[in-house]
């Protein structure tokens, strides 16, 4: 069983930051990945950041420059720093880790809004 818990999310003006942590337990290793996502209100689910057990890191076009995500020393955990942020990046963030399979957090909030 891998379970996988958020925190982080909040509301934010626009230009503010936020910072996203997730944490896996559970039979977690090896990790290969791990990853965020977001999904918008009436939108599909897509790619924020993810990153491997190697360090290679991948980003969504609109977030480039902007955010920045990184592993922890204990391997099972991922941050996601977001700098600058924009009433579109509001979004619910899920964390992944790819294990056996891709297994989901439950979701933190981020809204952007003045």
């Known amino acids: 069983q891998v379970q996988l818990v958020e925190s982080g999310g909040g509301l934010v003006q626009p230009g503010g930051s936020l910072r996203l942590s997730c944490a896996a337990s559970?039979?977690?290793?090896?990790?290969?990945?791990m990853g965020w996502y977001r999904q918008a209100p009436g939108m599909q689910r897509e790619l924020v950041a993810t990153?491997?057990?190697?360090?290679?890191?991948n980003y969504l076009d609109s977030v480039k420059g902007r955010f920045t995500i990184s592993r922890g020393n204990a391997r099972n955990t991922v941050n996601l720093q977001m700098n600058s942020l924009k009433p579109e990046d509001t979004a619910v963030y899920y964390c992944?880790?790819?294990?056996?399979?891709?297994?989901w957090g439950q979701g933190t909030q981020v809204t952007v809004s003045s």
């Open positions: 990153i491997t057990d190697g360090g290679s890191t």
């Open positions: 559970g039979t977690i290793f090896p990790i290969n990945a």
């Open positions: 992944s880790a790819v294990i056996s399979r891709t297994y």
